[in-house]
C-alpha cells in the first residue's frame, strides 16, 4: 500500500476495499476490477483508493498477496499419506480466495503486480510446502532428492494451474487425485517413496 503525505489512512476503509475487491476479482474477473466499481460497492471515494494503490493491479496484488493457496499438511506418516493431503484441496470446489486468484491468470502474463501477487498466494507457499515435506521424509529416512524435490513442485504447480483455469468449479473426483498422486507424484520422489498402497 503506497499511500501519499497528508491525513493518515483509515486501515477499516482500506480492508473494506480490498475486500470488496476480491468480490469484484471472485464474482466477476479482473476485466471488471475497476476504480468506479470499487468505489460504488465499498462506498467511498476513488481518490481514498489511489491514496492507497496507483492502480487496480497494485490493488489486486494486495489483496491476493494475503492469501496461502497451499499449506503443508500435517505429518500423515507416509511419502505417499503427506501427498494426498497436500493435494486434498483438488476435490473441492474452487473457494472464494482460489476464484479471485485465477481471474488473475491471463493477465499476469503482462503485468508485474499480478505475477507478484500470483507468487505470493501460490507460488511461494507451494515451494514452502515442497521444502518442508522434503525435511520431513529426510527426518523420516525418505530422503528425496532436491533435483526430484525441484521437479515435484514444477509439476504441483502446473496442476495447481490447471485446477484454477479449467472450466468448471475446479473440483476433482478423490479418485482421480488419488491416481495423480500414486502415477505421477509418487514416481517423481522415487525411489524414495514407498509403493503406491491403493
Known sequence: MSGTPG??????????????AVDILAEEGW???NSDRVAARARAGKAGIYRRWPSMAALARSAV????????????GSVRAD?????????????REERAVASLVGAAR???DLRAGLDAALVHPLTESVDE????WAGR????????????????EAFWWQRLTAAGDGGMVAEHVEQVVDDVLLPLVAPAAEPARR
Open 7 to 20: 491525513r493518515p489512512l483509515s486501515a477499516e476503509l482500506s480492508e473494506q476495499l480490498v475486500a470488496v
Open 31 to 33: 476485466g471488471r476490477l
Open 65 to 76: 498477496s494475503r492469501f496461502t493457496l497451499v499449506r503443508a499438511p500435517e505429518d500423515e
Open 83 to 95: 501427498l494426498v493431503a497436500l493435494v486434498s484441496s483438488w476435490r473441492r470446489p474452487l473457494s
Open 110 to 112: 503482462h503485468d508485474e
Open 133 to 136: 515435506l522434503g525435511r520431513r
Open 141 to 156: 529416512g525418505d530422503d528425496v532428492p532436491a533435483e526430484r524435490l525441484a521437479l515435484l513442485r514444477s509439476v504441483l
